[in-house]
C-alpha cells in the first residue's frame, strides 16, 4: 500500500485515446483507467485498443471490466499485461484470490456502487456494501473505488454517470474500510475540495468530470483538478 502513502490519488478514467492519456500523465495525474469491452459505457475500447494504449506510455493505467469470468481476465492479463484490473462487477472475493495469485505483480481494483444522491433505493443496503469491501480487502485488492451506479433502461450504468452520490455515507464506508478507497462520481474540478475535506478518500477518479464530450479529455481540467487536489495535501 506505500503507493497510497503520502497524500491524494488521482485517477483520470475513461481514457480513450494516446493523446488524452498523454495529457493525464502531463497534467499530474497517478493513474488512468480504460474501460474494455463495457457496452454500457460510451467510452469502451475495443481488446486491441485498449492493448494500444497499456503499451504506449510508460504509465499505471488500470484496464475496467464488468464481465467476471476468470478466462476473460487471464486474457486481459496475459496479453494486455496492464498495471492493475478494475473489477466493475459484483465483489467476488474468490476471484480476487485467483486473479493475485496468477498475476501477483497486477493490482486489483474493486468498484462499489451507492444511488444516485437524493434517490431512494430499497435494494441499497450500506452495512453489506461496507462487509463486502472488507471482504474484498481480506481477499487482497489494493484499493477499492466508490462510485455511483444507475439503472438506464434495462441496463445498470455502473460509473462514467457525471453523478454524485450521498458523500455522508461515503465517508462512512472509507471510514470503515481497511484499505484505500477512491471517490468517484460526479467529481470535478468544482467541487473536488469540498469531496476530499468531508469524505477523506485515499484519492479520487473521475472521468466526466474533466471531459468537453464522452470520451474527450480537456488538458486544462485535469490540471486545475490536479492543482486544486494538491492544494489539498494531495
Not at 493525464?24 to 494500444?52: H, I, K, N, Q, T
Not at 457525471?162 to 468517484?184: I, M, R, S, T, Y
Request: one cysteine or more.
Amino acid at each position: 500500500m506505500e503507493l497510497f502513502l503520502g497524500g491524494y490519488r488521482i485517477k483520470i478514467c475513461g481514457i480513450t485515446n494516446l493523446a488524452d492519456l498523454e495529457a493525464a500523465a502531463a497534467a499530474g495525474a497517478d493513474f488512468a483507467g480504460v474501460l474494455l469491452e463495457v457496452g454500457s459505457s460510451p467510452r469502451s475500447l475495443s481488446f486491441f485498443e485498449a492493448r494500444f494504449l497499456v503499451q504506449a506510455l510508460p504509465f499505471p493505467v488500470l484496464i475496467l471490466t464488468d464481465r467476471n469470468d476468470f478466462e476473460w481476465l487471464y486474457s486481459i492479463g496475459t496479453e494486455i499485461s496492464p498495471y492493475g484490473l478494475q473489477l466493475l462487477g459484483k465483489c467476488d472475493p474468490g476471484l480476487i484470490r485467483q486473479l493475485q495469485k496468477t498475476f501477483p505483480a497486477c493490482a486489483i481494483w474493486q468498484s462499489f456502487h451507492l444511488p444516485p444522491a437524493g434517490i431512494s433505493d430499497p435494494d441499497f443496503s450500506l452495512s453489506a456494501l461496507a462487509s463486502e469491501m472488507i471482504l474484498a480487502f481480506q481477499a487482497g485488492v489494493q484499493a477499492a473505488v466508490l462510485d455511483t451506479a444507475v439503472r438506464r433502461e434495462n441496463t445498470w450504468q455502473r460509473g462514467g454517470t457525471g453523478l454524485k452520490h450521498n458523500w455522508e455515507l461515503a465517508q462512512v464506508l472509507v471510514a470503515k474500510a481497511p484499505g484505500p478507497v477512491f471517490l468517484a462520481g460526479g467529481i470535478n474540478p468544482d467541487n473536488v475540495q469540498a469531496a476530499l475535506n468531508l469524505v477523506n478518500p485515499a484519492g479520487v477518479d473521475l472521468s466526466s468530470g474533466v471531459e468537453v464530450s464522452p470520451g474527450k479529455k480537456d488538458f486544462f481540467k485535469m490540471q486545475h483538478l490536479v492543482e486544486r487536489v494538491r492544494a489539498c495535501g494531495g
